[in-house]
């Protein structure tokens, strides 16, 4: 290998470990002062460490009330999501008819729109509608973009499968059920599990739109966004932080194994 090749390969490294940093020292001071002994503000280095905020944090009903919220509406979400974005991807992917590619447009607008003008347009529409904010309008409100995400993958999928199966399944005899759940349904299980875990993490760690529509209740992230106020709960708040953290990251990294593409998989099985 050539020296120029050996310097590239070394620059390319270090501004791969600067963008990783960048990235994640933000999430490791969270960590660290997760453990500090001090009550309030910051100093480096901790004057101690301890795991007395753990403590605190999981004997604090407010934060349990406000995970029961957040795990309810991202359930409820990510359900509506799946059923909802999966026939939409099925009707693009599978069929022709006019305003197709105008559909699709409008499935993926709310995703794109900033979320503060969605939270606003969907605060309007329950307060003319007489709806009161409660649970349901949150799920409501986090299904609009939840549903473009299992649209995404199964879209995906659905082109990159083949409409002869179908065919070849009804050419053997066998009915729309039962093509459906031995055929289409095994073909698009990964990338609807993969969509439906990516749907409740983002779901789950929302807050523009949840503070629009939430009235007085109360989710994580807005628990979490309110105890920024209170200096003395800054170390029970970074032990929430982590806990939102932890249930956003591990179910992304099972989403992306799952989204790889098969051959891939197998090859690095394979190794």
């Known amino acids: 290998m050539s020296a120029g090749m050996q310097r590239a390969g070394l620059g390319l490294k270090l501004v791969t470990g600067a963008v990783v940093a960048f990235l994640y020292v933000p999430l490791a001071i969270i960590f660290l ?7 309030a503000g910051f100093r480096f280095p901790p ?3 301890t795991t007395e905020w753990f403590g605190i944090a999981f004997r604090n009903p407010e934060i349990w009330e406000a995970l029961r919220l957040s795990l309810a509406v991202a359930g409820v979400a990510t359900l509506v999501a799946l059923v909802l974005g999966s026939l939409l991807a099925a009707a693009v992917a599978r069929t022709r008819f006019f305003g197709r590619e105008a559909i699709s447009f409008i499935v993926i607008l ?5 979320g503060i003008v969605t939270g606003l347009a969907l605060r309007s529409s329950f307060s003319l509608l007489g709806v009161p904010f409660s649970m349901w309008t949150l799920a409501i409100a986090h299904a609009t973009f939840c549903v473009v995400i299992v649209y995404n993958n199964v ?3 659905l082109r990159r499968s083949s409409p002869s199966i179908v065919e070849a399944s009804a050419d053997l005899g066998a009915s729309g059920l039962q093509t459906f759940r031995y055929v289409v349904l095994p073909n698009l299980a990964t990338a609807l599990l993969a969509g439906a875990i990516l749907a409740f993490a983002l779901s789950f760690d929302e807050i523009i739109v949840t503070t629009f529509t939430a009235g007085q209740q109360r989710t994580l992230p807005i628990w979490i966004f309110n105890s920024l106020f209170r200096p003395r709960q800054r170390p029970v708040t970074n032990v929430v932080a982590i806990l939102v953290i932890a249930m956003t990251f591990i179910p992304i990294l099972i989403a992306q194994i799952l989204t790889r ?8 099985a394979a190794r």
């Open 155 to 157: 879209l995906a999928r």
């Open 33 to 39: 002062y997760a453990f500090t002994t001090q009550s």
């Open 261 to 268: 593409d098969p051959a891939t998989r197998r090859s690095r």
């Open 47 to 49: 004057p101690g460490l």
């Open 110 to 114: 709310p995703i794109a729109l900033p």
